[in-house]
């Protein structure tokens, strides 16, 4: 049974509609109030959900403000010229395996917090962003679907100079200025779209497009990194990937993000992020 996830003020909730429950009351204290530890739990989480509609909500997710879905990842990484168009536009050749960064996470923050511009090179990157739902260790790819607790939509907001102002480029502390990791505004589970691998994401600054493509346009998709990575390194519940950005971002024009920016992000069957730069 799929099942829509959310954080609500640092407790693990479960989203009906526009109602939230929340998860370690409806399930007798089975489940972690903590969201990263509640996302341990995927297989609760899908079958808790086919009893929400005779429990009492709540409150209601227009009354609350919501937290990234997994606040406190142990891992966070991002994948670099994941779209054919973006690598172009960033006259970069295309990888022929994955160029992973780690986006550190004391960087991550929530779908509707302000992006806190510390440099004169910030850039938005609307991506889709994996979550973790089981301890992944030398995934296969036909498999990889299975330990991933969610999907929900992320902002790589990067900072230029610091990315690209080194040599060799160092893509981690670039991207990870405190509040450069919005994500949420839920989380969704696989199984709740007609095609995981394939949903429509888009950014819009002030209100202006910026950015439209789909995820079915990955170079390396979704099964690929989960056991790619897991190849590599032990990935936890909660662990995020940042799975890269379409073309579009401000910096071949150099529209670089200034303070009173709107940021807007979309994923298809997830939700809206809005993100205000100060
Ligand atoms: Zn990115």
Known sequence: MPFTFANVEDRACLVHGDKFYDLNRISHDAIATDPVDALADIDALHEINTNLTNIDPDGSLAEVKLGPPAPRPRN?????????????????DLPESPVVFSKFPSCIAGPFDDVHLRATRGDYEAELVVVIG?????????????????????????????????????????????????????????????????????????????????????????PFLVSYLSEVMTLLPGDLIFTGTPSGVGMPDKRFLVAGDVITTTVEGIGTMVNTCR
């Not at 102002?165 to 450069?180: E, H, I, N």
Request: aromatic share 8%; net charge negative; with cysteine.
């Open 76 to 92: 966070s990484f991002g994948v670099g010229l994941n779209y054919k168009d973006h690598a172009e536009e960033s006259k970069m």
């Open 134 to 222: 089981r301890v992944a260790r030398d995934v296969p790819t036909e498999d990889a679907w299975s330990f991933v607790a969610g999907l929900t939509v992320g902002q790589d907001i990067s900072d230029r100079k610091l990315q690209l102002g080194a040599r060799p480029p160092q893509f981690g502390l670039g991207k990870s200025r405190d509040t450069y990791g919005p994500t949420g505004p839920l989380l969704v589970s696989p199984d709740s779209f007609p095609d995981a691998d394939d949903l429509h994401i888009t950014c819009a600054i002030n209100g202006e497009p910026r950015q439209d493509a789909r995820t079915s346009a990955l170079i390396f998709d979704v």
